[in-house]
């Protein structure tokens, strides 16, 4: 009987563990999502100021990352959380484990870390600096 309660126990234990694993990996999504809404806004504010200006739209350059201007480059060593959550993918709780895992001797480092896989790393080698 004891036996019994104490593999009920563990399932539930367990069932918990994949329920708040589950739960920081939709709001990873949900925060990148977020981001995208709040640079989408602005863009669509800054088109509309050209529109009204009378200036030519199709002249206007798409942003390389969240804003009109280029992009700085994002220390993994240095980094605030909010300096790595600019970066696809990249969610509160995937820039805390990055957070967590410091310091990277490489930037192929990062792959250490759970959640980072090769190809999220190759869209941000022309962002990031150690």
Known sequence: MTFLVLVGLCVVIWLLWNICRNTNDALDK?????????SLEKRIEE??????QGSDVKK?????QNSG?????????????????????VGKG???KIVDARPFATVDDLM??????????AGWR???TL
Do not use: C, F, H
């Not at 206007?60 to 390389?64: G, K, S, V």
């Not at 201007?69 to 994002?74: D, G, H």
């Open 60 to 64: 206007i350059e798409a942003p390389t």
């Open 112 to 121: 250490k870390v759970q959640g980072v896989s090769a190809d999220m790393l």
């Open 69 to 89: 201007t280029p992009a700085a480059l994002v220390s993994i060593n240095k980094g605030t959380l909010k300096d790595l959550m600019t970066l696809a993918k």
């Open 47 to 52: 088109l509309m100021d050209k529109i009204a």
């Open 30 to 38: 949900q925060t990148a999502i977020q981001y995208e809404i709040v």
């Open 94 to 96: 995937l820039g805390q």
């Open 126 to 128: 022309s962002q990031i």
